[in-house]
């Protein structure tokens, strides 16, 4: 009997072995959540396994905003005369799985190896909350941390940076462009996209991407699970050319505003090419940008770091990144 998640015939040479042996062992049995009727209890499956180990903090505390907590990691030691630089990050899951626990050990090294407080947001999640409500609360945390973070939670407002990956690095790309819209913009100093949604009309059946025919049957994120999270989010079809949805088609002169760029994306990815598409046109306005394809990696790699020395690479670099854009490094 085949496994509910075998690797396409197809995929398998392509796939970095290391993956290989580790699907094989503890993804390949397990049923894909977007082949079951939707139960909110899915949500308590493990979204991807082999994360490294939470590292040690100064401090983890959550907040509450409006409509959702956000957990705050401090770095150890004593802050810069000016405040810590900060770094607000938002998880993936397709706005439909994740929460706040998802992604912690990701946001302690970033804490750690850059030197800065991140703050990661529970936002609300489709279906029960499509869009905009992860826009609106992602956005949220920005401003909360703007305003309140010097006081609150000893951060210099001057440095800040944002990212995200996958629906998370949506997410981001959004927000960076809302920061630039206020009557008085919060400057960012950085915006990473890893692994980003940037276009929400993209089909396995076009041509403009080319990835999601090459990679249509890779594992864990193939069409038919990205069509999932796409379908729960955005119901409403008119809403996928929004910008704040599907930020490839923000204009010209907005996009031209987004802060300097760093783009991950991973070789067997079906959102592989709309990443680079988006930081062809990132650049075509001037913004700075630069961009890393990680060989032979699917796209949930980041969250896998514990397990596969591709993870720990991209883990690695995006740390090294933010440091350098923060001056910690």
């Keep these: 009997m085949t496994a509910p998640q075998a690797i396409d015939p197809t995929i398998l040479p392509r796939l970095d072995p290391e993956y290989v042996a580790f699907h094989n062992e503890y993804v390949a049995h397990e049923v894909p959540p977007h082949t079951l009727p939707w139960d909110p209890a899915i949500r308590k499956r493990t979204t991807v396994p082999g994360s490294a180990e939470l590292l040690q903090v100064g401090s983890i505390q959550d907040y509450e905003l409006s409509h959702c907590k956000v957990r705050v990691f ?13 770094y607000i990050w938002y998880h993936g899951g397709g706005w439909t799985l994740g929460n706040i626990d998802t992604e912690n050990a990701f946001c302690s090294r970033l804490c750690k190896g850059a030197k800065c407080v991140v703050a990661s947001p529970d936002y609300r999640l489709a279906p029960e909350d499509p869009y905009p409500a992860a826009v609106e609360d992602s956005f949220e945390t920005l401003q909360w941390v703007f305003e309140k973070g010097k006081s609150l939670l000893g951060v210099d407002p001057t440095r800040l940076a944002i990212g995200g990956s996958s629906a998370g690095g949506n997410l981001a790309a959004i927000i960076s462009m809302q920061a630039a819209e206020l009557n008085s913009p ?102 700075p940008v630069s961009h890393k394809v990680y060989a032979k990696a699917p796209h949930q790699i980041l969250a896998m770091d514990g397990v596969l020395g591709v993870g720990r690479e991209l883990v690695s670099d995006a740390v090294a990144n933010l440091a350098e854009a923060f001056g910690t490094a």
């Design 74 to 86: 401090t770095p150890e030691g004593v802050p810069p005369p000016d405040g810590w630089p900060a």
């Design 186 to 287: 919060i400057p960012l100093k950085l915006a990473q996209l890893i692994v980003p949604v940037t276009d929400n009309t993209a089909l396995h059946t076009e041509d403009r991407y080319p990835s999601w025919k090459e990679n249509a049957n890779t594992v864990w994120l193939n069409t038919g699970r990205m069509l999932w999270f796409r379908n729960f989010y955005i119901p409403n079809e008119a809403d996928r050319t929004k910008w704040d949805n599907s930020p490839i088609f923000a204009p010209d002169e907005l996009l031209a505003k987004s802060p300097k760029t760093w783009i991950a994306v991973m070789e067997l990815d079906i959102l592989r090419d709309e990443g680079l598409a988006y930081g062809k046109r990132l650049k075509k306005v001037g913004v």
